[in-house]
């Protein structure tokens, strides 16, 4: 069986394991060893093996049975937390992708590493997802979409056919997505917005359908 460490804590670590959990009831195939965590000496009932920094990856970055997940991408500590996953340097190969039983991924799709696929998830054919994607559960990808690096879909959002999530983009809880539309990198769409037109890079919009609210910081 194969061995998982989660870098994060309660929140999106949790979901994550949640997930591995459930896959586990299916088949056997992960061991969550525990946590990297820099406040926390466990969460639920796995420890806490050390902070998150290099030193606490390299203890276990030699075994070939162990894999990492890093779930602590936001768009609020976009620039902390990309740079706290690059100081890891953690080859791509020791990244795992989780896909809960229930989603239903098409086999024409294409899906990178580091991602976390949530309960009854629906993946269209011909949908590319980079690395480090967190989709929700019950959240629809439409066919031919691609969503790109540390792109986040909320719970039951609906992304449209051949839409495109640049990087970091952000998708709000049952937000929705007109098809042909591109959503800007790190662009940040709040829940039950109704999105009918292209959102630029760093742009914040809310509402139905959805209107600019202000900017996300690129610092």
């Known amino acids: 069986m194969k061995k998982l460490i989660i870098i994060g804590g309660h929140g999106n670590g949790t979901v994550a394991a949640s997930t591995v959990e459930d896959l586990n009831k299916r088949k056997k195939e992960w061991e969550i060893i525990g946590f990297?965590?820099?406040?926390?000496?466990?969460?639920?009932h796995y420890p806490v093996l050390g902070p998150i920094s290099k030193e606490s990856v390299n203890k276990y970055i030699n075994d070939f049975n162990i894999f990492f997940l890093y779930t602590l991408i936001t768009p609020k500590f976009r620039e902390k937390s990309l740079n706290k996953l690059l100081d890891l340097k953690i080859p791509k190969e020791k990244f795992a992708t989780v896909i809960h039983p229930?989603?239903?991924?098409?086999?024409f799709s294409k899906i990178g590493y580091g991602c976390v696929i949530q309960p009854l998830v629906s993946v269209g054919p011909g949908v590319e997802i980079d690395n480090f994607v967190q989709?929700?559960?019950q959240s629809l990808i439409g066919h031919d979409?691609?969503?790109?690096?540390?792109g986040y879909v909320a719970n039951n959002a609906c992304v449209g056919a051949k839409v495109i999530l640049e990087e970091g983009a952000y998708l709000g809880t049952?937000?929705?997505l007109l098809e042909n539309i591109v959503i800007g990198k790190w662009?940040?769409?709040g829940m039950g917005s109704v999105?009918?037109?292209h959102v630029s890079n760093y742009t914040?919009?809310?509402?139905?359908p959805t209107r600019e609210i202000g900017m996300i910081d690129q610092a």
Request: aromatic share 14%; with cysteine; hydrophobic share 45%.
């Open 204 to 208: 914040k919009v809310v509402g139905n």
């Open 187 to 189: 662009a940040f769409v």
């Open 195 to 197: 999105v009918i037109k």
């Open 102 to 107: 229930t989603a239903v991924v098409s086999e």
């Open 145 to 150: 979409a691609r969503i790109k690096d540390y």
């Open 135 to 137: 989709i929700f559960a």
């Open 174 to 176: 049952n937000c929705s």
């Open 36 to 44: 990297l965590n820099d406040f926390e000496e466990s969460i639920y």
